[in-house]
């Protein structure tokens, strides 16, 4: 196995040739700890025993402006590493399934939020929050609720924000329980943004300008400047707005500016200071409602948004990194985060509905009500991260092992809007005498004039119902040994100790206060044989845990990760367990260009926590629930060739409620569950300039439901209650090189404008409607 090493970047990014190099042990085995000191982490390489080493010449025949470390040269889709410098071997020799999305594949999707980019890949689905929660993001990994598993730079980035691109080198997707790495939660895996960070290797400004359909426009600048030998900045700014297609008003506005700069003095030490800003605005639109028991969902829904409907997400986050590598080899790293999130929302909701007997207007007639859902929530964090690396002999085996501990102090306060609507109430619905209500469609079925101006709202912020605290201290230790050759074990272990509290506040006033402490231990343990150079097979164990109350946004909501039972009783509760087992086998093919995997998996989940309505007197620590998932899972992604470029995966899986304290759940479905997915993204280069390709995205259907718990199933039909149909969707997209610095894109999502939908919440109301055919023009230009 290898030591780490960098790659060093030429100044200029274009097309270069060098003069061979000798190079000593010495200058070797100081360049080995680089990721240190360029302020990028874990870049592999291999190396000799002894002896001095001269390299090949060295020729860069990549044109495309690609400063990610992390990517394998000359192949755009395929990462050769991870951006966690924990993970100390390649993403080939790596034993867990780990899909990486690198900065080209995202740009060429035509993809920006973090939703859009992680919501197609294979073992992911959309969720709804509860209530219609808007905040922000929730993904649900291999079954396993994972809203609260999303990160930055290995570092956890709580709060439901929305999430952007702009400033991101690549996406990482690990699947499977992930606790040894992430800690708390990870049940179905986690989410990682690698950042864009200051180097001293390049110079380079590029921008990107793009217009298109809907009212898009996209701004975005990156520049790196080396200023002198020993220090660096780099700068990322966005601007954003569009209409949601074919649902305007409903708008995505984003602003932000991500700003990095380097400080490294000598080849020992490096300091590297970031700072992350996002302003995302405007409007969502909660798209849809389902026909309950067994219904569709209903297509060609007016636009109902309302004219006082807002989202809003600020994001303020400064990071500090610093390394030192000792002369003995070992090294440091240390980074602390602090932040901020505000978020809020009102927005408007619409479900089917039947008129009174006495109304008016249209008695009994069915018609639709608007609804309104609401919050605010605060977030505000500090998390401190140590590593330590030692690569050492021992008992005739090589050893690369990483000593970690962790501080976070997570603190998320959620709230509600005082909303009163002073427009007419223009129906009666419900039984007997009926209740005024607000119906978009008049007497006759037809949509009300001037819908968006129905409620008309007035909104005023209101009190906190949920004043959430959670301090974490964890320490962690990863050993890679190389037993032979060909034979390589890995192992981990995590303990995690944390004090609870979370204050409730009641619609009347009244607070309720949850304190509770308990301790959490994780681990790892894999086995991997190197049946060649290119290719391995390992097997690969692994455990997560969750808590009583885990999810920061739900309060009391049991069913979604909040809190379960009486303050006594959330004492007494024990962590939700999970465990994996996986088969796998990664593949290095054509010179290193293509990375291809495959891994079979079962994950199972005990000690679930249950929402079931009155019963928790009943329950005493309410880990009522199980579940399993089993599946298998491809993937490729690289070069197929000089010319084709893929990125490709499909999941196959298979889900089941094993036991539940409402039996009839048992032997179901869980929720938010897709069992077949697929998404291949191919390029096809037959000029030097010109290149063209696409994107397919498939997922079969699934069913509404609450998270960790069967979907919704009506007993009398047999049938579950709420079908989110399956889809496939096509983007296509094209690129032209005018000049090496002048180049044109051409994006057009969902081609065939299919109608389909990414998520319902459990009772069938506001099902996401996935984008209608856009198209963009984006054109990029190096300064």
Not at 187 to 197: Q, R, V
Not at 258 to 281: I, K, M, R, T
Not at 637 to 644: D, M
Request: net charge negative; charged share 20%; with cysteine.
């Amino acid at each position: 196995m290898s030591p780490v090493a960098p790659i060093r970047r030429p100044l200029s990014l274009r097309t270069k040739l060098c003069d061979p190099v000798s190079i000593s042990r010495t200058a070797l085995a100081l360049g080995a700890g680089l990721t240190l000191f360029s302020g990028v982490d874990a870049v592999q390489a291999n190396a000799p025993d002894d002896g001095d080493l001269v390299l090949d010449v060295l020729k860069i025949e990549d044109r495309t402006l690609d400063t990610n470390p992390y990517a394998e040269k000359g192949a755009p889709y395929k990462a050769r590493v991870s951006g966690d410098s924990r993970r100390t071997e390649p993403l080939s020799e790596t034993p867990a399934t780990i899909t990486v999305l690198t900065q080209t594949q995202i740009q060429e999707s035509g993809r920006s939020d973090l939703r859009a980019i992680v919501g197609a890949q294979p073992g992911i689905t959309i969720g709804t929050g509860e209530n219609g929660n808007a905040f922000g993001d929730r993904y649900v990994i291999r079954g396993q609720e994972a809203r609260s598993d999303v990160f930055i730079d290995s570092l956890r980035d709580p709060g439901m924000s929305t999430r952007e691109s702009f400033a991101v080198e690549q996406v990482e997707i690990t699947k499977g329980p992930n606790s040894t790495f992430a800690g708390r939660g990870s049940s179905g895996g986690t989410i990682n943004s690698i950042s864009k960070h200051a180097s001293s290797d390049y110079s380079f400004t590029r921008a990107d300008l793009g217009l298109g359909t809907d009212d898009h426009r996209r701004l975005t600048l990156d520049s790196n400047l080396p200023l002198g030998e020993h220090t660096a900045l780099r700068i990322n700014l966005l601007h954003g707005d569009e209409a949601v297609p074919d649902r305007a008003p409903a708008r995505r506005q984003r602003d932000g500016a991500a700003l990095s700069a380097l400080f490294e003095p000598n080849d020992q030490f490096y300091v590297v200071g970031d700072f992350y800003y996002l302003d995302a605005d405007g409007s969502a639109d909660l798209g849809t409602y389902i026909e309950p028991n067994g219904g569709s969902p209903v297509h060609d829904l007016a636009v109902y948004q309302q004219d006082e409907d807002f989202l809003t997400t600020t994001v303020n986050t400064g990071t500090l990194r610093a390394g030192f590598r000792f002369e003995n080899g070992f090294r440091l790293q240390n980074a602390a985060r602090y932040g901020t999130t505000d978020n809020g929302y009102v927005l408007t909701g619409a479900r089917g509905s039947t008129r009174s007997a006495a109304d008016p207007q249209a008695p009994s007639a069915s018609t639709i009500t608007l609804s309104t859902h609401q919050g605010w929530q605060e977030v505000e964090y500090f998390v401190d991260q140590l590593n330590g690396y030692w690569n050492f002999d021992f008992a005739g085996a090589s050893h690369r092992a990483v000593f970690g501990a962790e501080y976070s102090d997570l603190s998320v306060l959620n709230g509600i809007y005082s909303v009163t609507n002073n427009g007419t109430r223009n129906c009666l619905t419900g039984s007997g005498a009926g209740t005024p209500n607000f119906c978009m469609l008049d007497g006759n079925g037809a949509v009300v004039a001037n819908l968006d101006h129905l409620l008309q709202r007035n909104i005023v912020r209101g009190n906190y119902d949920s004043d959430y605290n959670v301090d974490t201290l964890s320490l962690y230790a990863l050993d890679t040994i190389d037993l032979s050759e060909r034979l390589t074990l890995t192992l981990g272990v995590r303990w995690d100790d944390f004090d609870y509290s979370n204050t409730l506040r009641s619609a009347q006033g009244a607070l309720t206060v949850y304190n509770y402490s308990d301790q959490l231990w994780n681990g790892n343990a894999s086995l991997s044989y190197q049946i060649n150079d290119q290719g391995n097979v390992y097997l690969a164990f692994a455990t997560a845990s969750d808590i009583n109350g885990g999810e920061s946004d739900v309060g009391g909501s049991c069913g979604y990760g909040g809190l379960c039972g009486t303050p006594t009783q959330v004492v007494l509760s024990e962590p939700e367990t999970v465990q994996n087992i996986e088969l796998g086998s990664k593949w290095d093919l054509f010179d290193d260009r293509l990375l291809a995997t495959m891994a079979v998996f079962q994950v199972t989940k005990d000690d679930v926590m249950e929402s079931v309505g009155d019963a928790y007197t009943q329950l005493g620590t309410l880990n009522t629930g199980r579940n399993r998932v089993r599946g298998i899972e491809f993937g490729l992604s690289g070069n197929l060739s000089a010319r084709w470029s893929t990125q490709f995966s499909v999941a196959l899986m298979d889900s089941e409620v094993l036991d539940a304290f409402i039996s009839n759940q048992i032997g179901k479905e869980l929720s938010n569950f897709a069992d077949t997915q697929s998404f291949l993204q191919l390029r096809y280069q037959p000029t030097h300039k010109f290149s063209i390709g696409g994107a397919l995205t498939y997922s079969s259907d699934m069913y509404a439901g609450q998270p960790d718990t069967a979907a919704a199933f009506n007993a009398a039909t047999g049938e579950y209650s709420y079908e989110i149909p399956g889809y496939t969707t096509v983007d296509l997209f094209a690129n032209y090189e005018f000049t090496e610095k002048l180049k044109l894109r051409l994006n057009v999502g969902n081609v065939f404008d299919r109608n389909y939908y990414l998520a319902a919440y459990r009772s069938g109301s506001f099902t996401y409607i996935g984008d209608a055919r856009n198209a963009q023009l984006t054109l990029s230009a190096e300064l």
